[in-house]
């Protein structure tokens, strides 16, 4: 694992790309290979919290781009200072995982609720 620091080549880099991962970080961008998840034996509470991630992930995409549905979301952020700041998928996410009572892999920022996963 690599640390690079004030290189404005690779300052804006985030993401995979051949084989290694760009990770951005308060002191500087962190170059890595891409970890094998392949011999990773997930318990039955991590798949489930998996599934029901994968499917906020989906229904938050679908608010994205349905305009229809982005319009209401953006008036309903732009309603409440709390979520201000917070952008129309995670705000999406959120709203699934209220809709459907199912814990969420991590609590919403700014709140006290419990992962139960």
Known sequence: MATVKNSMIVEKFSGKLYGVV???YRGGVVISKIPD???VKRSQKQRKC???FAEAVA???SVLYDPEKR???VKRKSAHPKFRRSS???MAIREYFMKTKSPAPRPP????EF???
Not at 109 to 112: A, K, R
């Open 22 to 24: 760009f990770k951005q």
């Open 37 to 39: 998840m392949s011999n």
């Open 50 to 52: 998996n599934r029901s």
């Open 59 to 61: 229904y938050a995409r």
């Open 71 to 73: 319009k209401e979301m």
């Open 88 to 90: 129309i998928y995670h």
């Open 109 to 112: 920022i700014g709140t006290d």
């Open 115 to 117: 992962c139960g996963c």
